[in-house]
Antibody, heavy 113, light 110 residues
Framework: EVQLVDSGGDLVQPGGSLRLSCKSS????????MAWVRQAPGKGLEWVTS????????FYVDSVKGRFAISTDSAENSVYLEMNSLRVEDTAVYFC??????WGQGTLVTVAS | QAGLTQPPSVSKGLRQTATLTCTGR????????AVWLQQHQGHPPKVLSY???NRPSGISERFSASTSGNTFSLTISGLQPEDEADYYC???????????FGGGTKLTVL
């Protein structure tokens, strides 16, 4: 099973920023449209953002537009999620994933004062 | 309203067959079929099938997926205790340019 390693989750105050990372040592992430999907405590899965294989096109759920940014680094074989102006409702486990492909183990983002 | 509709819960007996359903509310959803995911408590989701009825390597043949119109189905045969989990469907909505998810079905194996 392909391993994706998510990291960067932390406790942050409302209005703060975080950068999540996702790396694979086993497969080129440029094979996939990569995405970040989140899961609030006790809730279902919610798609947040996707990026095409070549990084040229990005898509976002309305609630994070203008605040979050997805990017890739082919040299590092990594995908990133830059999160700014964080809100309490952004609290969730964030999974790096191809959705129909590999999933990371998730990293917890807690937004609280 | 966008998204996929799944029943919140299904209960079946050991060694029985369960069929989980997922209905798209738009004909822009799932032209490449749905993705079915299994999630055990405290673990990340695992792909059971993708693009219709493709199973990743290592996934048991007891799991099979199908599509009829805007309804996606996952059939689990010979239910085992370890099949007790939350199951999610997902599909790409080409009008929203977004992955949409169902709310999840909690499968209980009696």
């Amino acid at each position: 099973e392909v391993q994706l390693v998510d990291s960067g989750g932390d406790l942050v105050q409302p209005g703060g920023s975080l950068r999540l990372s996702c790396k694979s040592s086993e497969v080129s992430l440029r094979r996939y449209w990569m995405a970040w999907v989140r899961q609030a405590p006790g809730k279902g899965l919610e798609w947040v953002t996707s990026i095409t294989e070549d990084g040229s096109t990005k898509f976002y759920v309305d609630s994070v537009k203008g605040r979050f940014a997805i990017s890739t680094d082919s040299a590092e074989n990594s995908v990133y999620l830059e999160m700014n102006s964080l809100r309490v409702e952004d609290t969730a486990v964030y999974f790096c994933t191809a959705v129909d492909g590999p999933w990371g183990q998730g990293t917890l983002v807690t937004v609280a004062s | 309203q966008a998204g996929l509709t799944q029943p919140p819960s299904v209960s079946k007996g050991l060694r029985q067959t369960a069929t989980l359903t997922c209905t798209g509310r738009s004909n822009n959803v799932g032209h490449q079929g749905a993705v079915w995911l299994q999630q055990h408590q405290g673990h990340p989701p695992k792909v059971l099938s993708y693009r219709g009825d493709n199973r990743p390597s290592g996934i048991s043949e007891r799991f099979s997926a199908s599509t009829s119109g805007n309804t996606f189905s996952l059939t689990i045969s010979g239910l085992q205790p370890e099949d007790e989990a939350d199951y999610y469907c997902s599909a790409w909505d080409r009008s929203l340019n977004a992955w949409v998810f169902g709310g999840g079905t909690k499968l209980t194996v009696l």
